[in-house]
């Protein structure tokens, strides 16, 4: 008997759906926006590095099974208005007519630094992105993906943040489990669902900040967190609504 994972990972788990990857340069949003595709999704690229982006279209674009062809958007969510994340979500719904799945994996994160000698701006540019934005997107996109049969938002939470040292970037973790918790009292019987993910220690950029590659034994590669991600976007994912799920590792 199949599993709901292995389910959400067969070809026609995502069929026909858009996904909105935040990060897709990044370690988890590249292979993320790849699952999504391999999985039969319309992958909308987001991120603000403009020729890492084209890396990732490419990769997918060029894969040998035939993928659904992505889209970019470049994307600044650091200094981005709401409006232009309502402009973002209104262009998505021109172009292709629908969003079935957003998936927040973009953070900020400098390294490890005393909060007390942290640079005021830097505060608030980490707090930002790594929360404030998740929610303004999320607001933005809400009218496009309640149109949409079976939608899912999903927050990629790191779950192993010590309280030391991790600054903005550590709070806003805090901050977005009562974000998840808020979006599901108040959308628990709504056509949209909302999930955390955490996937545990990944091999990232953004991890080896603050661990020694050589010496992070635990790490794991992040196409396996992606499958976890088409896990919770494809109608698998119900069994874990309004949950901050950690996939068996």
Not at 62 to 78: C, I, M, Q, S, T
Not at 83 to 110: K, M, N, S, T, W
Not at 218 to 235: G, K
Request: overall charge neutral.
């Amino acid at each position: 008997m199949s599993t709901p994972a292995a389910d959400a990972g067969a070809p026609a788990a995502l069929a026909g759906r858009v996904v909105l990857v935040t990060g897709a340069h990044g370690g988890l949003g590249a292979a993320a926006a790849h699952a999504c595709a391999r999985a039969g999704a319309t992958a909308v690229l987001l991120g603000r590095k403009v020729p890492k982006l084209n890396r990732v279209y490419d990769a997918i674009a060029r894969d040998p099974a035939g993928l659904p062809e992505p889209v970019n958007y470049p994307f600044d969510l650091a200094g981005a208005e709401y409006g232009d994340h309502v402009e973002l979500a209104e262009r998505i719904g021109a172009q292709l007519g629908r969003l079935d799945g957003v998936v927040h994996c973009a953070a900020d994160f400098a390294g490890l630094t005393p909060l007390e000698h942290t640079d005021p701006g830097s505060f608030a540019r980490t707090l930002h992105v790594d929360l404030t934005a998740r929610w303004w997107l999320t607001r933005a996109c809400l009218p496009l993906l309640r149109q949409a049969p079976d939608a899912s938002v999903v927050f990629v939470l790191d779950d192993e943040v010590p309280a030391a040292y991790r600054g903005a970037y550590g709070i806003a973790q805090h901050g977005q489990r009562a974000l998840l918790d808020t979006l599901h009292a108040e959308h628990g019987g709504g056509p949209v669902r909302f999930h955390g993910l955490c996937p545990g220690p990944l091999r990232t950029p953004l991890r080896a900040r603050s661990h020694v590659a050589d010496e992070d034994r635990r790490a794991r590669d992040p196409a396996v967190a992606a499958e976890a991600c088409v896990t919770l976007l494809s109608a698998a994912g119900a069994a874990h609504r309004g949950q901050a799920w950690a996939p068996p590792r």
